[in-house]
């Protein structure tokens, strides 16, 4: 992503179209596959008998250096990274004090709704995504998928992902989906005459987490911890952080590289 100052922000939201500092930037993204591809090139390089998956964690013994499974397996570990949302692998800790718990509670996040459509018509937008703060629109966000690849849908059709947060403090409209079929006419991309079949709807129960003002003392009473038993939570659910598959892959291999030299 671009790194932007104060002033080209500022520049950005209040200045005509035209006189605006322009900063082009590129975005990789997989021809074929979509996100997972990432995942699928990694595991590739992964012996397959040190790759276990659909296995979920549920107590970890700092004290016995034992992380257990659902299934009633467990595994020992010298050094553990975590990608959990931090406040759930909080609670699996056996010897978590009441302050690192406290703190873990006090994490605020959203939770995220996507459906996805398809529309019977091409090149609705040049468009990657766009935003839509207004209150009008149920949505956040909507993606245009076949935008970053035109593999990822079919010939002659677009493909629309509408982002809708919600929480406590916003909780979920009643007919949220009828709203926002409604609401993606109100935005000009698609019209009535358009055919627009819903493909899938995604719940995403921690869709962001909310930037409170305690925070970086919350997270780091809980970082602290981790690292004195050799544990690093790291990622966007992990570090309690917005980012992106770029940023996932980054803290990867930093980790990896930091966790080889101990």
Known sequence: FPKHDVRSV????????????????????????????FAEAFARKIHPQTLFVSKQAKRISFEKRILYFRDGTKTSFDVLVNTIPLNEFVRMIEEA???V?????????NSVV??????????????HWMYFPEKKFPFARLYFLKNFSKNA???????????????AYKP??????????????ATGLVNRADRIDLIARQDIRYGFAIPTLNLARDRGIIQTFLKKHQVYS??????????GIEHAIRDGKKIAGEVCEL
Not at 14 to 37: D, H, T
């Open 114 to 127: 996507c459906f996805n459509y398809c529309v019977d018509r091409e090149d609705i937008t040049k468009d």
């Open 234 to 243: 790291i990622g966007r659910y992990g570090n309690w952080e917005y980012s």
């Open 101 to 109: 718990k406290a703190a873990a509670r006090r994490l605020a996040y």
């Open 10 to 37: 500022k520049e950005g939201a209040l200045l005509p179209r035209e006189e605006r500092e322009s900063k082009i930037f590129y975005r990789w993204y997989p021809q074929k596959g979509g996100a997972q591809a």
């Open 172 to 185: 979920l409209e009643r007919n949220i989906e009828k709203k926002t079929r409604e609401a993606l006419f």
């Open 153 to 167: 849908g079919p010939k002659g059709k677009s493909i629309v992902s509408a982002l809708i947060a919600h929480s």
């Open 97 to 99: 004090p009441s302050s």
